[in-house]
């Protein structure tokens, strides 16, 4: 059964930073390529970033890019996502995806899914 849960999610104000987490358990992470998803209110869900195994082939949406990082920890099969000076436009409820082909663009191509974790950024 392969089940991701993220954590890490929480109220800052503007210019500060969360670190997001995602556990994944039930299968060989290192089969699979992960990313990074998020949704505002009243908005279409969004690719953030996506890494491959061994942290190859990285990408970040332009929006985020400069600001978070994208790691992974294969020992711990947990997957992060580093926000740093965070803004408003970046509160969302945000998903952690696994598939064997990450597109930021290809929603359906991730096959696994968390249940999200909600990020708030006040001004």
């Known amino acids: 059964q392969v089940q991701l849960v993220e954590s890490g999610g929480g109220s800052v104000q503007a210019g500060g930073s969360l670190r997001l987490s995602c556990a994944a358990s039930g299968y060989t992470y290192s089969n699979y390529c992960m990313g990074w998803f998020r949704q505002a209110p009243g908005k279409e869900r969004e690719g953030v970033a996506r890494i491959y195994p061994g942290g190859s082939a990285i990408a970040y949406a332009d929006s985020v890019k400069g600001r978070f990082t994208i790691s992974q920890d294969n020992a711990k099969n947990t997957l992060y996502l580093q926000m740093n000076s965070l803004k408003p436009e970046d509160t969302a409820m945000y998903y952690c995806?696994?598939?064997?082909?990450?597109?930021?663009?290809?929603?359906?191509?991730?096959?696994?899914w968390g249940p999200g974790t909600q990020v708030t950024v006040s001004s």
């Open positions: 995806a696994a598939g064997t082909s990450c597109p930021l663009s290809q929603e359906r191509s991730y096959k696994y």
